[in-house]
């Protein structure tokens, strides 16, 4: 017998000062993974205590989530930035989040890039490894999310770290397994049905249908799922609810 | 027979991307600690991990040097910051230096406030209280830095850290034990004979000779010594000379 | 016969980037001067491109509304900032405000300090000659906004301003004109009916009950409203009601 | 007879709070334009104030110098920002410096986008109109400045600006007339005979040889040079006493 299990990881801890966003109370009951926010596109010292400590009292695993240094662009725009500054802006903010998890007594489970980041991480093989490497010299015990079959994945694994390999339930996936452009009309899977059968696909037979037609094969270790309104939290229930119909095990990637 | 010791600190890595500051190289070869900017009153990532690296190379203590959020008033601005704020900032600014640390798998040795946050947490006993907790939560083994005498180093005592008293050979001190402020002219010792005097009688009789004409009680672990400039350097010198002919050693505080 | 006539202003336009606050399309339907921010403690070049818009198009009188460069902080932590640092925020930040008045060809209004900067220019002649200084010097036809009493007003008039005193409705008064402080439990008016009449009396009779009994001489030309929740708008309608009712006229201070 | 004649223009006033850059009072005396940063990329208010200052008592023609929102980046890395957003950041800084002329009442003469900003508008056309529009909305009088044969001169020109067509001394050029990449060994020329010659062809011949030897069209109304080293200054002294000797009076665009 098989045992199926999956994670489900969300990007919380992203408000700034007098600015909050995010429903992250609510998020913290339903994931098993938290991506924070560490004061370089979003959130700040503040939050990031406040965050650390309800994520820890949910028995969330608690990630870095570095991103570039734009909080005017939400670290959604491409910069481009040279591998030797990824490794260090990365490092810094991993180091940043530690310091809370010191604070709170909790050990650190992961780091996600965060926008643009991630997404040049995905197919740029120099920004890929200056993450991975950023992650093994601060705390190799830490696990890299990366998009499935990812040049940030490879890097993780061939820096001998742990990786997981994340996929999207309201993304549509391109021939080479990347995430259709946001630009692209097809970009969005709005039907929440159909967005739980993709997960579901993924994790039972490790391939996703491509915008195309074709059959991408994928690994699905964490589903990436959204806090920000309540249409997405409730999205998150009802994955939930499917995912443990089905038998599988949601529970964080290390576990 | 007495074995005296000193250790001589000095704040760097204060560039920040395309602006450069200091004469950190230079500096590095005299000083036994270094207090090195976390990017929010000075510095930013990439200057960190050269800076870590650069003192390590030379031996020299790495210490955190938090300040305030003020890039542009070089975090020598007083805000108004509540202790929790502090606590918070303090933080994150201490791990993100020891991100560098592990990259470079050197030890942090020690924690210096920067700036106003310095002079506020002298006789801000909640601010002081603030800094000390947050050193104690972060990293207890950590040493903490503050002016002898001071509501700082008298919190890190009560949280049961190690503290180290600083003087300052510039400076002339009150009846109080505080640094006459700034705007006093006889705020400065201008001359480098009458400087290493006074450092020499903060460390063999523990006190040292106020602006009016007082005793005043001091401890000193450390002296604070500038590399903005070459004539900072060569005072640096000076003062190494005079500090190893009256027989007294220099080295960081914990050895 | 005498008319009454009286400036409703809120502060507006005050998200950044990715994040959002206040209730601006509301609020601008029931006020007659909007203070935009600037940039420093909140706003953006966006947001102030969509706000000189929107006010236009309400035909409300535009301001700048200028604040310390703390945005994390929100402008309302006291800095230790020097005269001349002032005058030089505060021209830059009525000028970027002044280049989205060319863009939607309509002239710029009034100019209000905000937060720290505005309480501090009550009480601090040099940060209030400061800023009447530099509203001079940028454009001396722009109306400048102070506390009614205080050492802005007077400074403006100094400099050949026309000058706007300000009221609260929702705050208490002290003796010497000044608002009580918001640690003070006495400092807010919570009960609606006594906020409007608080204004009412301000505007008939040019006095305000102070919290210790005393009648205290106010000027109001213009009353500071809130837009950042649906209790701010619903007071602010209900205001706007009894004000016609008594037959004040509510337009902007120019006019 | 033909009178020749050219504008030398330089980024100036790049300092930043405690951060000093660029050898600006010695620039100012050999240049006819100066770019002032305007606190996006470079600069802050009181930098602004001051150059703007020294610029006038100089009497060289004043401009600003937009650039993109990376201090730490120095404006030079491409971020991929929409031209909506070009053109309110664009006009805010505009604004912003056009403050510092009133203030010093006198006339600002030019805009000239900079670093990663300036090299998209030479070839991105939705950026180049972004800018152009930003300057005639903001002030219609000012003087775009961009590369020669770019789209940014070219969006200028649709939008009815004056224009002023930018040429390098130290750049080699490609066939299409834009700038051999620095990343290219042969992007600089370092023999200041040369790149004083070059400017001469282009002057004089209203072309240049590019890099493969074929001949490329130029308008050269005005010279980029710069001033952060001595070495720079010798050649500005070096190319002012050659332009004069060939009798081409050096002198701001407008005049």
Redesign the interface.
């Known amino acids: 017998m098989v045992n199926y299990q999956i994670d489900l990881n969300s990007d919380i801890g992203e408000s700034?000062?007098?600015?909050t966003?995010g429903l992250d109370e609510e998020v913290l009951k339903v994931i098993t993974s938290a991506n924070i926010a560490c004061?370089y596109h979003?959130g700040?010292?503040?939050t990031?205590?406040n965050t650390v400590r309800t994520a820890k009292a949910n028995g969330v695993g608690i990630g870095a989530h570095p991103g570039l240094?734009?909080?005017?662009?939400?670290g959604r725009?491409?910069?481009?930035?040279d591998p030797?500054?990824v490794?260090?802006?990365v490092?810094?903010?991993?180091?940043?989040?530690?310091?809370?998890c010191?604070?709170h007594d909790v050990e650190m489970n992961h780091v996600k890039a965060h926008g643009?980041l991630y997404n040049m991480a995905a197919t740029d093989a120099g920004i890929a490894d200056a993450i991975a490497r950023?992650v093994k010299?601060?705390?190799r015990r830490l696990i890299l999310f990366g998009l499935s079959g990812s040049e940030l994945t490879r890097a993780g694994k061939k820096h001998g770290l742990m990786t997981a390999s994340e996929v999207f339930a309201d993304r549509t996936y391109q021939l080479d397994g990347t995430l259709t452009p946001r630009s692209d009309e097809q970009a969005m899977i709005n039907d929440p049905e159909q967005a739980v059968n993709q997960v579901l696909q993924m994790i039972f037979e490790n391939h996703v249908t491509a915008v195309d037609g074709s059959t991408v094969a994928i690994e699905a270790d964490t589903v990436c799922v959204h806090g920000d309104n309540p249409n997405a939290l409730k999205f998150v229930e009802q994955l939930r609810g499917r995912l443990l119909e089905e038998g599988i095990d949601i529970r964080r990637v290390r576990e």
């Open positions: 700034f000062g007098p600015y966003i004061g979003a700040d010292h503040n990031m205590y240094p734009d909080l005017q662009g939400f725009r491409h910069m481009r930035v030797e500054d490794h260090h802006l490092s810094y903010q991993i180091g940043a989040l530690q310091a809370f010191h604070v643009a950023a010299d601060v705390d």
